[in-house]
């Protein structure tokens, strides 16, 4: 069963508007990562945050972690139309070796 | 480029055939993932191999997927018996380092059984 749950499931957006996703998730964590992935292509790293950190910054994006709520949000600012891309959180515990992902958020940014 | 490289990039196989694909990972990257994932879904998790060894399989991974690592380079994914219900992308990633942290995934094989 996936980990992650995104939200919400799509958004359309301009360009130059801000994105907001959010992912909620239901156990302990070590970390929790969030990936892009471009239609029919592999998924690229955008930024991980640690179970002991809140926020996090790189370039355009900002990711929030909330451990007591099990919600992170991942915020891209000034939007672009290359950033029409499906996102995944991706979270991953103390045990496991492996990454547990949402089923996304497809994001569209009309020019 | 020394990225993690998937082959073949697509692979069309009629039903009860076998496949094979390859992943290179990053050459220092001691973890290997293979993921499998679906159109509009999320990857799910296939199996694992820190260095050479396999250290968890998804109850995903039937009796007729098998995966090697020979060597902690490369590894393979083989589907024996294909079915419909197999087509799909399948992803490969690697990591370093201490637990959970950033993995990178090739381009990925999309398998379509026809």
């Known amino acids: 069963s996936q980990q992650g749950e995104e939200d919400p499931q799509a958004l359309s957006i301009q360009e130059g508007e801000n994105a907001t996703m959010n992912c909620s998730y239901k156990?302990?964590?070590?970390?929790l990562q969030w990936y892009r992935q471009n239609s029919g292509r592999g998924l690229v790293h955008l930024i991980l945050?640690?179970?002991?950190?809140r926020e996090k910054h790189s370039g355009r994006l900002r990711v929030t972690l909330d451990t007591s709520k099990k919600s992170s949000s991942l915020l891209i600012t000034a939007s672009r139309a290359a950033d029409t891309a499906s996102y995944f959180c991706?979270?991953?515990?103390?045990?496991?070796?492996?990454?547990?992902f949402g089923p996304g958020t497809r994001l569209s940014v009309l020019p | 480029d020394t990225g993690v490289s998937q082959d073949p990039r697509h692979k069309i196989t009629k039903r009860g055939q076998n496949v094979t694909f390859r992943c290179d990972p990053i050459s220092e990257h001691n973890r290997l993932y293979w993921y499998r994932q679906t159109l509009g879904q999320g990857p799910e998790f296939l199996t694992y191999f820190q260095n050479e060894a396999q250290l968890e399989k998804s109850r995903l991974l039937s009796d007729r997927f098998s995966a090697e690592r020979p060597k902690g380079s490369f590894s393979t994914l083989e589907i024996q018996r294909t079915e419909q219900g197999d087509s799909a992308m399948y992803l490969c990633?690697?990591?370093?380092?201490?637990?959970?942290?950033?993995?990178?995934f090739g381009q990925g094989t999309r398998l379509t059984v026809v």
């Open positions: 945050i640690r179970s002991n950190e």
């Open positions: 990633a690697s990591s370093s380092g201490p637990l959970n942290t950033e993995a990178f």
């Open positions: 156990t302990s964590i070590n970390n």
């Open positions: 991706a979270t991953g515990d103390n045990y496991g070796q492996n990454f547990v």
